[in-house]
């Protein structure tokens, strides 16, 4: 059975939207990767840390939902991550208001031997040295190696990130993100300098517009789903980089042809992370769910028009 491999933080969140406001709830970028690749049924791992303060419960909802979280270090004496937010009335854009590394400050991943064989693995939002380090510890040199960052560890910490960049396959960024990385403003050209990078593929995230693939010349477009309401965005990003590689995970095929089917799939389980605050739905998605919504998604996009 194909292999998942999985960075991120685990972490506390503090969101507020223009329809409510949570205390510390279960996030980080790693639980909504491994809860969205858990539709797949795929052999999972989580590597991250957390501190005493984190609750038993959350970790055994992601025990619950299959993912190994051996590798899950807890720091007794240790605070969690803690990432705070503020949406804006849109939904599409927000302010950090509050970041703190907490026990992450000094993390030192360790893989576990039954997963450095992974198949895929997602270098979650985290610092570039825990991504590096995790890659270095990784033995399968076709493995499909799937980056995901954000603004924070661009303005912080960019050429520990270029590293990163230089060694992966597919790099999944939002569309203010490539602007900043690249420096260009149009997308198109945005996507072919990070592929300069390294990357032979190039996911650009566009919130409520859809997610853009690139690979050399071919480009390929994927709308988000129309949705009456958006409650709450927080990880959508992680979800659908979850749901992208759980796909490929399962299918084992990396081909532009079946990643074209992956981003569907990604926009599909993105669609309902944001429907309810947190992790909230994404715990409780039932695969006949998933299989109504990629039939909306068909009938979204497909078209018969006579070209002659
Ligand atoms: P997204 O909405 O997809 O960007 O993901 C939001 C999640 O990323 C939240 O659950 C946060 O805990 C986590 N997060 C926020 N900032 C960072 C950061 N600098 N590094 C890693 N994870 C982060």
């Known amino acids: 059975m194909s292999k998942l491999l999985i960075v991120g933080t685990v972490a506390f969140d503090a969101i507020e939207t223009p ?31 957390v501190g005493g303060d984190f609750p038993d419960k959350h970790l055994d909802l992601l025990r619950h939902h299959n993912i190994d979280i051996s590798a899950v270090e807890i720091i007794p004496s240790g605070k969690t991550f803690f990432w705070s937010g503020r949406y804006h009335n849109d939904m599409n854009t927000r302010d950090t208001l509050s970041t703190e590394l907490n026990v992450l400050s000094d993390f030192q991943p360790v893989v576990p031997t039954n997963f450095k064989d992974a198949n ?10 825990v991504q590096l380090s ?29 590293q990163v960049i230089k060694r992966v396959d597919v790099i999944t960024i939002n569309d203010e993100e490539a602007r900043q990385l690249s ?43 129309p949705l009456e309401e958006v409650f709450d965005p927080t990880g959508a990003g992680d979800t659908f980089a979850g749901g992208f590689a759980g796909f490929l995970t399962k299918t084992n095929d990396f081909s532009f042809e079946n990643m074209k089917k992956a981003v569907i799939y990604g926009s599909a389980l993105a669609s309902f992370c944001v429907e309810k605050f947190g992790t909230e739905r994404m715990c409780n998605l039932e695969a006949k769910e998933v299989f109504r919504r990629l039939q909306l998604f068909k009938n979204l996009t497909q078209f018969d028009i006579e070209l002659t």
């Open 19 to 49: 329809f409510g406001k949570t205390d510390k709830i279960l996030g980080g970028s790693a639980p909504y990767i491994g809860l969205s690749a858990s539709q797949f049924n795929v052999n999972s791992a989580i590597v991250s840390v």
């Open 120 to 129: 895929v693995i997602v270098l979650g939002n985290l610092h570039p040295l």
């Open 134 to 162: 995790v890659l270095d510890q990784t033995t399968n040199e076709d493995a499909l190696v799937i980056l995901d960052t954000m603004n924070f560890w661009m303005d912080n910490t960019l050429e520990d990130l270029m």
């Open 183 to 225: 420096k260009e403003s149009s997308l198109v050209v945005a996507a072919r300098k990070i592929q300069e990078m390294g990357p032979k593929y190039v996911v650009i995230k566009k919130g409520e517009h859809g997610a853009l693939l690139f690979n050399q010349e071919n480009v390929f477009f994927a709308p988000a789903l």
